[in-house]
């Protein structure tokens, strides 16, 4: 469902930047590490499994991504309510702040996430895998302040 969701990112797409697929065959562990030890939270329709998204715990915040939502049930509010459901982590494990990237070219993601209250904290790094890429790509980092005592 990653590859799916994220399949924008190669092809013709006017997003489009790199030349291979979000999880590559032999680097499943990225994506089945995070379920096994429970740092993933599924979003479910009918038994169906819909969107996700991954997350990671560190000193005084919670890192997620990515966050996927099956192509056909974009757009539905999924992706909001497992922000939320991550707010929500964020308070019961008193993490003051929520931190994410997004890559430079996905312009249709970044007014999302400052809709759902994602500042831009000045921070940018080049993509990881700079071989697997059409055109210069960066990371661009977000992070949203949780209120702990609500």
Partial sequence: MINDAYEVETGDTGVAFKKTLRVKPGFESIVEDPIKSGNVINAMRDGTCVGCVIWEENDDSLYFGPLAIKPGC?????????????????????????????????????????????????????????????????????????????
């Avoid at 400052?114 to 980092?141: C, I, M, N, W």
């Fill in 74 to 150: 974009q757009k539905q509010g999924i992706g909001k309510k497992l922000i939320l459901h991550l707010e929500q982590l964020c308070r019961d494990k008193t993490k003051p702040k929520l931190n994410m990237v997004v890559v430079n070219h996905r312009t249709d993601l970044i007014p999302m996430y400052e809709h759902f209250g994602f500042v831009r904290t000045g921070e940018e790094k080049p993509y990881y895998e700079p071989a697997h890429l059409t055109r210069d790509s960066h990371f661009v980092y977000f992070s949203k302040v949780i209120p702990t005592a609500v």
